[in-house]
């Protein structure tokens, strides 16, 4: 979030006003309500040397695929009309 934050006061500070920057469990630390624009920044899970296909990869990551699966099941609440969402 630091580099974020730097960021933003230094290629967009006309845009600060606009922008809610958080840490979060997912959507614990997120108030309530629907958003234009959500990004999420997701924990890097290794693949195997074994694995070769999207589809093993994300059968075996597990525990570590619920915070992808709890983000995308979220977004129709926490998502605007319009909105969208960087994943």
């Not at 997120?30 to 694995?51: I, K």
Request: glycine content about 4%.
């Amino acid at each position: 979030v630091a580099l974020a934050r730097r960021n933003l006061h230094e290629l967009a500070p006309h845009q600060r006003d606009r922008v809610d920057l958080r840490v979060s469990d997912v959507y614990d630390n997120v108030p309530s309500g629907t958003y234009d624009f959500l990004v999420f920044n997701h924990p890097f899970v290794p693949r195997a040397a074994e694995q070769t296909n999207s589809e093993t990869f994300f059968v075996n990551a597990g525990e570590r695929f619920s915070v992808l699966e709890r983000t995308l099941n979220g977004l129709p609440h926490r998502l605007s009309k319009e909105g969208f969402a960087l994943v």
